[in-house]
T-cell receptor, first 112, second 113 residues
């Protein structure tokens, strides 16, 4: 969606950290999500963050939110070959409007 | 939790034919969403239901598209007089009411020849 932008590709070496960035334009965005999509499959919810938070950690995943700059990032520690996929950033406004607007996705390739 | 189930997984049809897809949401979820995803793009919102009521429709949903959720459980998405531009992955998602994340099915891939 035009309201959410992501870089298209990221190549990372196995064992390194991956950082996927996303910017959004709607200042009323209340909830921000990261989804993972493997080839031929649907979207798997990875994690989400409310706009009143600036960080959330869940095992190898760390989400950072800079609300002032409308910038969201997802860090994957110790990246594995199974992390190769397309990662989508999505936002919703909340306040009874919970449909998601998605970015075009970042294709992450993990090389040995 | 069996997740969101979509059928069929793949559908190939000839231009001008009608097709219908089915989505079974997670059982306790009362919100159900349909999205369309074309190659290289993120999913785009089509429509959503709260229980059996269709509360919002995107301008992407032309009059050839109709969605129903008659008993507030499963939903169907019908496309009449299919066109080649309808070729895409059609994704269904469900959620609880309120600020609850959406859970997606594996989608139905439609190819119109």
């Amino acid at each position: 969606g035009e309201d959410v932008e992501q870089s298209l590709f990221l190549s990372v070496r196995e064992g390194d950290s991956s950082v996927i960035n996303c910017t959004y334009t709607d200042s009323s965005s209340t909830y921000l999500y990261w989804y993972k999509q493997e080839p031929g499959a649907g979207l798997q919810l990875l994690t989400y963050i409310f706009s009143n938070m600036d960080m959330k950690q869940d095992q190898r995943l760390t989400v950072l939110l800079n609300k002032k700059d409308k910038h969201l990032s997802l860090r994957i520690a110790d990246t594995q070959t199974g992390d190769s996929a397309i990662y989508f950033c999505a936002e919703s406004r909340g306040s009874n409007d919970y449909k998601l607007s998605f970015g075009a996705g970042t294709t992450v390739t993990v090389r040995a | 939790d069996t997740g969101v189930s979509q059928n069929p997984r793949h559908k190939i049809t000839k231009r001008g034919q009608n097709v219908t897809f089915r989505c079974d949401p997670i059982s306790e979820h009362n919100r159900l969403y349909w999205y369309r995803q074309t190659l290289g793009q993120g999913p785009e919102f089509l429509t959503y239901f709260q229980n059996e009521a269709q509360l919002e429709k995107s301008r992407l949903l032309s009059d050839r598209f109709s969605a129903e959720r008659p008993k507030g459980s499963f939903s169907t998405l019908e496309i009449q007089r299919t066109e080649q531009g309808d070729s895409a992955m059609y994704l269904c998602a469900s959620s609880l009411e309120g600020a609850s994340p959406l859970h997606f099915g594996n989608g139905t891939r439609l190819t119109v020849t």
